[in-house]
């Protein structure tokens, strides 16, 4: 038997679960002339919607994820090596001729694709403005390019002027639609809210939120069904443990998934035994992850895997000893920032493995 739940990739049907409303209106946006940024939380299913969304059109696609990208000069040079994979070399060339820059081509001899690098040293202006508009010329009417930035808000990162840079070629491309991934609200709604950003109104929000209870309830219940006894009980118990994140409801559905076919997790607290043993598998990288954190920062996430106070309240500050609301706030960001703080309808920790690890361990 094979298990049913998939988590930590990109994922399609039969382990997508429905997001009808968002997939048509990320389909209904980039069929249009508009470009799109989406936002959430690490680990939300943004790479696994936008895919689902994008193959339904049938176009070219381009992914870059800029987490991985080193400088401007890597960033256009990835850039150009996809394109080599969809275009014809023999358009490529003819385009390629008037590059200000020429870049370095090689065959890779073990995956045979195109490896492309640009000198050391090189101006990445021109490299990123001919790799761009060479992407615009390329894209026609009836397959109109679309370029996906994951985790944009590293843009900053790789320059400090690079945002100016792109404004200033994209804003004259009309056969491209450009989507904006971004997990660090905060920063990429200063690119794209701000004013004084080059970026500001550039493209249309989204933001993307956990999955409807009910939708992920059914999901669950049919994997489970011919597994476990009460399928309908232990959806729900997955759910009130993970309150609907995608990932980490996939993450704890398998492991009881594998629990309850080994035998191991047919009593009444199948669910909890999964935790605990998902909490155990990751104890090392906790406790690491731990001893990182400033006396402050181990006071908010003490309190919001304890109580169910909100961190800005003066009850919860006074509970934990916090002085100053500015000193919580800051911690917040910080956590957010680092992605073990999520705030959707309230903060809470993302991970909630972590979350009862913070607990037991405070309790021992």
Known sequence: MKNPFKFGTVVDDPFFINRKNEIEKVASIVSGENHLVLISPRRMGKSSLINKAVSSLGRPVIALDMQLMTSPADLAAQMLRRIYRIFPQARLKQHMKRFRIIPQLSLNPVTGSIDVSFLPGASSLPILEDVLNLAEK????????????????????????????LRAIMQHHKMINYLFLGSQESLIREIFQRKKSPFYHFAMVMHLKKIDTGEFSEYLKTGFTGIHAEPGIIAGEILGVTRGHPYYT?????????????GRGQSKNAVDDAVNELVMMHEMDYERIWLSFNSTDRKVLLGLSISEQQPLTTDFMRMWNLNASSTVFSSLKRLMTGGYVIRTDKYELDDPFFSRWIKERREK
């Open 138 to 165: 390329l894209s026609t009417e009836k397959k109109k390019l679309i370029i996906v930035f994951d985790e944009f808000q590293e843009v900053r990162r790789l320059d400090e002027n690079l945002l100016n840079q």
């Open 250 to 262: 996939q993450q704890l559905a398998f492991t009881a998934w594998e629990m309850a076919v080994s």
